[in-house]
């Protein structure tokens, strides 16, 4: 299954939950990350956070969210994106209540981070199960 997670900048919730997804999926499920309006680098709390797990998110560049994006997913998490999330009929969609974590102090994103892990942990049970995955 392929699952796109959208957030507003693509900077923090989003790339943090594509990687912690992939990690967790280990190439089971495929993910990518967008945001509507595209910051120019990742978070740099948000680097170091995921750095302390030992995912290094220092070299990705926040993409644009297109159109495309949405229908190559099953599945799309939305995080903060409202109306600007585009709605593609037949897709499921998820919407994660998470706390932007730009500016703020690295004890919140770790929070943060372990939250998008929890949540995307738990997305990839369920998807092994319905896939018949293990």
Known sequence: ????FVCLHNAGRS????????????????????????AQQVHP???E????????????????????DAEWADLVVTMGCGDSCPYIPGKRYLDWD????????????????????RRVSSLVEEMDSSSGEA
């Open 49 to 68: 956070a995921m750095r302390e797990v030992g995912i290094d998110l220092s070299d990705r560049t926040p993409h644009l969210l297109e159109r495309g």
């Open 98 to 117: 998470l706390e932007d974590p730009s500016g703020r102090p690295l004890e919140e994103v770790r929070a943060t981070r372990d939250e998008i892990e």
């Open 15 to 38: 790339q943090m939950s594509e990687a912690l997804f992939s990690r967790a999926a280990a190439g089971r499920h495929e993910a990518r990350s967008a945001g509507t309006e595209p």
């Open 1 to 4: 299954m392929r699952v796109l």
């Open 45 to 47: 709390e948000v680097v």
